[in-house]
């Protein structure tokens, strides 16, 4: 089996240049999926989120980094490639189905297979026959997208997207558009399509569709969230992770380094991105025992801003290698804390813990 | 199997039938057109051809009072003439009741076997019996007479005779009655001599091979022998070689179509690109689908130039027989006009290829900007969507400065110029449209004007050849003892050839002496000035004169050769405009009786009666025939000028009425082309419909609204041909008038035709607007918000 991953986004940009000045959708922006996930991309309006879906599917261009699936350089292709590429490796699943009026449900399906010069006549028809059958529409295959419902279109776009057997599909709100029925169903056929091994892409804000997702990405602010700061800001909703993720800063600590010092003034929250941190207690005697250990998606430093006073303990990095910490300063931890009921509860209840412990 | 693709193409022609008629339609129409000119022109040529091959046309014909038979061997036998044909032509005048009129007896040396002037068997004995004559075809119905009943006719000796009317023949050497108003006889040389005239032959028809130069220097070399013989030749015609009598009109109708031809194909060429361009806008998302499947950008651009390409197929289908149909029916009735046999039916490749050509290519061609905007489209942008492009630049000054008109009023105008290009070629094409139509009025009217002033080119009301000239005042006192008559003059009526530059000489032209500044005689003139008393030996010539003769103007100096006589010099002092048919020259009468040694002669007498309307110049006519014949003057023919007008008009009519025809396709095709345009607009705003239905407006509201676009877009297509039709219109009525008459015609702006385009215009726009307007507004609120 490949183990390359299938998309790779490294260090992507985007910039738009609009009337009120230039808008940055995409910052750094670096992803990998892997063959046969089925990964959910979640973030609030606005976020990059459809921008990153048309950077992998070739709509738009990065204005810096670069793009790879199934190793082709997407960013290196041509308009006139880029179709013909898109034709073959990636289904495109859209809100809206966007299925042709004009023709049949059938010819629909056909008709990606015909752009991209695939197979006989006669194959495109039988083959397009089968994907409405497993779509549960070949009853209906005469018919115009108007004699149809919603989500039977979608269904039909579905089919659609999977006519040149390509190895990636790719939706952008694929269930927006559907009743929580008909939602049910496409949901099924994506998960049914990943046990056929196809790796599929979805932009959604629904979150039925996002916990059938074996991975879940959130974009914010046009940058991928870290996972384990989703992990660990997990109580947070879209628009407060937005703003904790606009006010992270990433640290660097050398194996043994002090990351907080007893006594001292709170003045961050930090989530451990990469590496172990000790959890230092101070005995009587003035030596300095490690009372707990902590790695990659734990926190530290919520006790002191939370309760006030200083720190109650000592952190360092542990011996064994540097630490990755993003750090969130005082007054955004604060704001984050009132906002958000269910984050202050965890917050309070792992404290509570940790200082009984 | 068709292709999804195919099946694409066809659903979206389907899914908009009415436009896609529409489309098909206005190039059907151009196509037609191109179709029909080209298939008439081949076809008349064809008809030409086989005319002058059953005809022999002459190569020079020349006319003189006499020509012994014995000389006829001697002109076969002169350097350069391949063959000479003689026959004898006499004027006679038809009695018929109290009316006479014109009827010219040929006498043919036999009917069959004849070289040069051919003449086809019609009906009847064959050759006629002695004292039978044959009526040329187009003259038997004229005639009014059964084949069998009999014409009485008065000779130039005055001797009236009754003649059987035997049957008809074909000859393709002499116009039509209908046009000509002329009535043809054909004889045998005994019947013409038991009729009194047993002169001998007094036209000779010549074939000389090669160019009108050769054939000219033939006529000169035969004239100088029939000069030597004592025979002087009155007049002597070389047409140009191969050409028809009826070349010009028939030209001129060939233009005419011509016009018609191309402005209907640029008005669907027009459509085309609106509609494609409206096709790729509305179809934006679909674009951004393809192409996120797989298309790239050249199978994107096909799908439309396909589209465009069945447009015109359909149109193709529908133009084909139609142009070969109006060809030949065009043909037929023309032939038939000129009195030719139309040539037997074909399509001609060359034909075929061009109306392919038009309807195949020129809809691809238009099509092609559309096409590559559509291959464009990136993914993005159709599928993102650009946004609405709000107005810009004259549309926001008009939004902003429209002051208190009111909002329905300032929405009208905003939305129609925010497609600017769209807006653009249907302004193009109303334009061409009314200009055309204008300009096709236009010359209707400069016609009629024309005409109006070649009646005032005549003084007189009544016009009488004479077999041979006479003492003028003799023909004068005679012809003022006559009741009715007001006022007589006798011209004098000579040969004249010119000596050019280089030695050679010219055909022989009518050289018509009156007397300088006659009120009975006011030739239209184009350049230069009227003949003075005084002046001397001085002409003017008509523009047929410049055919042969051409570069000549006010100032030159020619030197004619007047009744056979040594060569003089003249000035010319003016050019006037050809009324009569054929070369003709003025000169002052005493000045040319002189340098024609016949002082006091004259072969033509023209009287002004007292009353001007038809019947009574028809009474004075008949009476002095009846009066000059009993004092023994030999009359050839007799018109009236109220006679000679209604030719002139039935002539002019036959024009004008296939100008009017003209003007009623380009109305249709220009209406056509902006029903198909502003049905475009109105579907293109459903959804706006939608909008403002839902903030309330009235079905009266949006009717409103969407008829005040159309009626603003109609009159600024009004506005914009206005100004071009007064150009064009002069440009095509003087391309007409040099066709049909030699010479421009006399302006005349139709500003009748002018307002009438504009209440065509508006009222077009009215209907093309509000049809598709109510079927918008038949869709629910829900539908059309949901519309894409």
Redesign the interface.
Known sequence: MDERPLIRLQDVVKRYETPAGSLTALRRFSLDVGRGEFVAVIGKSGSGK?TLV?MI?G??RPSDGGIWVDGTPVHELS??AT??W???TVG?V?QFF?L?????LL??V???M???RLWT??ERRERALDLLDRVGLAGKAKKLPAAVSGGEQQRVAIA??L??DPPLLVGDEPTGNLDSANAASVIELFEQLVADDKTILIVTHDNDLAARATRTVVVADGVVVNEYVRRALSKLDLDQLGLAVAHLRCETYPPGSVIIRKGDPAVDFYIITGGTVEILLQHPDGAEVVVNRLGSGEYFGEIALMRGGTRRNTVRASADGPVEVMALDRETFDRLVRESEPARRELSRVAEARLEA | ?A???T??IA??L??SRSRTVLVALSIAVGVTAVGMVAGARSLMLRTLDDSRAEGAFPSATIEAESIPPRLVAAVRRVPGVADAEARRVVGTRLLDGVDSRDLVLVALPRFQGLRIGRVTRGSGAWPPATGAMLAERSSLGSLGLPVGGKVRLQLPSGNRRTVTVAGSLHDVNVPSTRTSGVLYGYVTSETLRRLGDGGSPNELLLRVPGDRRAAELGAARVTSLLARNGVVATETIVPKPGAFWAADPVNAMVLLLTVLAVACLLIGVFLVVNVVAALVTQQT??I????????????TAELYLATAGIYGLGAIVLAVPLAALAAFVLVDYSSGLINLNPASFSLPPEVLALQLAAGLLLPLAAAFAPALRASRI???EA??GPGRSGPRGIAVLLAERAGSAPVAVRLALTNVLRRKGRLLLTVAALALGGTVFVAVLSVRASMLRTLDEAATYRGYDVDIVLDRAYPRSALERTALGVPGVSRAQAWAVEGAYRIRPDGSRSQTFSVLGAPAGSALLQPSLTRGRELRPGDGRAVIVNSDVLDSEPGLGPGDRVRLAVNGRRATTWRVVGIAKRVVAGPVVYADESTLARAAGEPMLAQRLVVATLDHDGDAEQRAATALTDGLARAGFAIRSARTSAALRTLDRNNFGIIISFLLVMAVLLALVGGLGLAGMLSINVLERTREIGILRAVGARDRDVTTLVIAEGLFVAALGWAVAAPLSLLAGRALSDAVGRLFLGAPLSYSYSVGGLLFWLALALALAVVASVVPARRAMRLTVRDVLAYE
């Open positions: 459809s048309n599917t709509i738009d308009e006139g179709a013909q898109r034709g073959r495109v859209f966007q042709l009026p004009s023709i049949s010819d629909n056909v008709l990606p015909e752009f991209c006549p006669r659609r997207a006519a040149n | 199997m292709s999804a693709r099946r694409k659903g979206d389907l899914a998302r679909q951004g689908v393809m192409k996120a499947i797989g298309a790239t950008p050249r199978a990136t993914v993005r599928i993102a």
